[in-house]
């Protein structure tokens, strides 16, 4: 990991030629934000050299996980880490495990630093990108032990669904980053989603079903947050799945 980090989000530099998975916002952030920023993002970030977006990665850079985290350890990466809730309260859980958030707003990376300071997390790292060039680039090919993706934005507008991360085109990229017989989780409160999860997985070579029945149990591993709850209240049901690697990397 680079010795300094940057102290806010780079400035946009280009656009991409295909559609993403997020739209990043912009907006001030609090004091406590851009101290943690300023003052913890090098021990946590990990510096990317970037392409032509902002959040890109360029290609042919790749991180040595041993180096970036010290040890040699299982690595799991979330992606869409959010406020960092669910990965913080993991990495304590999980000491001798390494952890990557996976995130692309500003504010939530920093909300993860400062929680993980709070609780003295050592084993996490955070990266801000956009998460299909993390695991194409970023990462050394069957660097993951488990990769996760919860709730990512379901795009439930039919003429935005080609936005959503789950894709043939990602089942493939995420087989490479995952070792054989990792896992990759999943987990939203949109059925259609879901749906479409299940079908893609299903066919996606590399990948076999690590659950019996239509869905998997909830994943322990996955603290309840204010989002789950939320979605819970509003009479949405949580639905999860769990694919294990196959073959070679």
């Known amino acids: 990991m680079s010795e300094t980090a940057p102290p806010s989000p780079a400035p946009s530099r280009g656009f991409r030629d295909r559609p993403v998975s997020f739209v990043r916002r912009s907006g001030r952030m609090s004091e406590a934000q851009e101290r943690a920023w300023r003052e913890l993002a090098p021990a946590f970030v990990i510096d990317v050299d970037r392409d032509e977006a902002a959040t890109s990665v360029r290609p042919g850079t790749v ?19 959010g406020q960092g809730h669910a990965i913080v309260h993991a990495a304590a859980a999980a000491p001798d495990t390494d952890f990557l958030a996976v995130e692309v707003f500003a504010a939530g990376l920093a909300r993860t630093m400062l929680d993980a300071e709070r609780a003295g997390v050592e084993n996490l790292r955070l990266v801000e990108a956009n998460a299909p060039e993390v695991l194409r680039h970023l990462l050394p090919a069957g660097a993951l032990s488990e990769l996760w993706v919860f709730f990512p ?10 936005r959503r991360l789950v894709t043939a085109e990602f089942a ?5 980053a995952l070792r054989p017989g990792g896992v990759l989780r999943l987990a939203t409160d949109w059925e259609d989603y879901a749906l479409q999860m299940r079908d893609v997985l299903d066919g996606a070579d590399g990948f076999a079903r690590s659950f019996e029945g239509d869905w998997a149990p909830r994943f322990d591993g996955r603290v309840l947050t204010a989002f789950e709850r939320k979605g819970m209240r509003v009479g949405r049901e949580i639905r999860d799945l769990a694919y294990r690697r196959s073959g070679g990397v």
Request: hydrophobic share 40%; proline share 9%.
């Open 153 to 162: 934005d379901p795009w439930h507008k039919k003429k935005h669904n080609k």
């Open 172 to 176: 493939g990229i995420a087989a490479s």
């Open 63 to 81: 991180i040595d996980p041993a180096s970036v985290w010290g040890r040699m350890a299982p690595l799991i990466a979330e992606i869409g880490s």
